[in-house]
């Protein structure tokens, strides 16, 4: 299928002038400004696109400021010395300055694969888009983009606003709508269907009923990419502020099983609704965390994700004769490769998960004053993470709200109080409530 095929006929572009907009170049960075301003005095045309006219237009201060020029990429490259070309799949000039990067493209054409004679490399597969530097006009560039809130140009030559895609009439609504036919659209790249669930979220936006119905019956396309870049695009869904809002619109149109399949299936079948609850609080803690411009990681949001999973293999590991700590050794394992089948984790996150793991059951057997090794638990550097996560469990029920106080009591007392309350080795010990598991399907 091609381009031609899924997009549009090119519309006439709406002008908006400067004196009927708002965005002011005061609120666009400097070093945006640099790079517009040269690609304009060296004969290129140059737009501020996509994200950051959607936010200033909605009175948001945007995360980046992207370029679009006619400018090919060798020949930005020869514009800055602090310039570098990446990317294999979209060929795109990063230019640096210090931490910030303003990313230029260039124009990409509507073409048709099967035509040999264009300017470029392209590559197509099954309607998905593999490689694509095909380069065209900014009118053809412009029908090329997902959205038509993202459709929207920025002029720097006279600082007007260029409408390709009726995208401020959609701004305005408060709707989001796919451009050219969405299950075209969404089969040239299905991340795409995580990009409708990820704006809707972050802008309150309504997804249009045309581009929102394909959704639940295209989700499995998105077992066809790849899990490195799956993990990247889940990374922008559950560590943007609007988690909670985005988990649930993933469920809503069935996005979530296709990437943490295992951990949608115990959400299905659960009746009490315990898993649901847990990962709800995960999700906003984490939102309430970056609203309040504290640290977070994936690594505990992802722990959060795989724990009933985690919970249910160890179980089954000692309901077949295993002891306690080497079947959470085995469920970790088990539930980690599992979930890379669809969404890559990499080690950097992986080996903390397995800690806030295997950590929750030496908060449960050295608290309440069940041994001296509490003191030694402190000191782990793993501690506070499984400590918040405890927290999390008690909230839901899945561990007792009595030792979740302990442990935050004992955290606050001086040492000599901590040693009181750590007790001997020979207390008590508290086993995890057991969950009777809900047979498959199959059994």
């Known amino acids: 299928m091609t381009d031609e095929q899924t997009a549009p006929p090119i519309p006439q572009p709406v002008i908006i002038p400067r004196s009927e907009h708002g965005i002011s170049r005061a609120d666009i960075s400097d070093n945006a400004l640099k790079v517009l301003y040269r690609l304009k005095n060296a004969g290129y045309q140059a737009y501020m ?46 230019v640096h300055f210090g931490p910030e990067i303003i990313e230029v493209a260039t124009f990409r054409a509507l073409h048709d694969p099967t035509n040999g004679d264009v300017e470029g490399d392209v590559a197509m597969e099954d309607g998905r888009i593999l490689r694509d530097n095909v380069y065209g006009t900014v009118e053809e560039d412009a ?27 959609d701004l305005k609504a408060g709707l989001l709508r796919m451009i050219g036919d969405p299950e075209a659209r969404y089969r040239e790249d299905p991340v795409r269907m995580l990009r409708a669930v990820r704006f809707a979220a972050k802008l309150g936006f309504r997804i249009e009923e045309g581009s929102a119905k394909p959704i639940p019956e295209m989700a499995e396309l998105l077992e066809h990419i790849p899990q490195a870049r799956l993990f990247e695009e889940v990374l922008k869904l559950l560590m ?53 411009d504290k640290p977070v990681t ?117 040492p000599g109080e901590r040693v009181e309350m750590a007790g001997s080795e020979g207390g008590p010990r508290r086993k995890r409530r057991r969950r009777r598991r809900k047979p498959a399907a199959s059994e």
């Open 49 to 94: 696109v996509g994200g950051g006219v959607r936010d200033l237009s909605l009175g948001r201060e945007p995360k980046d400021f992207d370029v679009a020029t006619d400018a090919r990429p060798e020949d930005v490259k020869a514009l800055f010395r602090n310039c570098r070309l990446i990317g294999r799949r979209f060929r795109l000039a990063h």
């Open 143 to 169: 029908m090329r983009r997902d959205f038509t809130i993202n459709s929207l140009y920025y002029n720097i030559a006279d600082f007007s606003i260029v409408d390709f895609a009726n995208g401020v009439p």
């Open 240 to 292: 943007g502020g609007q988690g909670a809002q985005t988990f649930e619109l993933l469920r809503r149109y069935r996005l979530f099983g296709h990437l943490f399949p295992e951990a949608d299936r115990f959400l299905e079948q659960e009746e009490d609704g315990l898993w649901l609850r847990f990962i709800n609080a995960a999700l906003r803690n984490t939102d309430q965390r970056i609203a309040d």
């Open 298 to 414: 994936p690594a505990f949001l992802f722990a959060a994700l795989l724990w009933p999973v985690v919970v249910d293999l160890q179980q089954t590991y000692q309901d077949d004769g295993e002891d306690e700590a080497p079947a959470l050794q085995n469920a970790c394992t088990d539930a980690l490769e599992r979930q890379v089948q669809r969404v890559a984790i990499p080690k950097r996150f992986s080996l903390p998960m397995r800690e806030i793991f295997t950590l929750q059951s030496r908060l449960e057997r050295y608290g309440l004053g069940a041994g001296k090794r509490a003191l030694r638990l402190l000191g782990h550097p793993r501690f506070r993470a499984a400590y918040d996560f405890l927290l999390l469990r008690a909230e839901v029920g899945d561990a007792p709200q009595e030792l979740a106080d302990w442990w935050t009591r004992f955290q606050d007392s001086n």
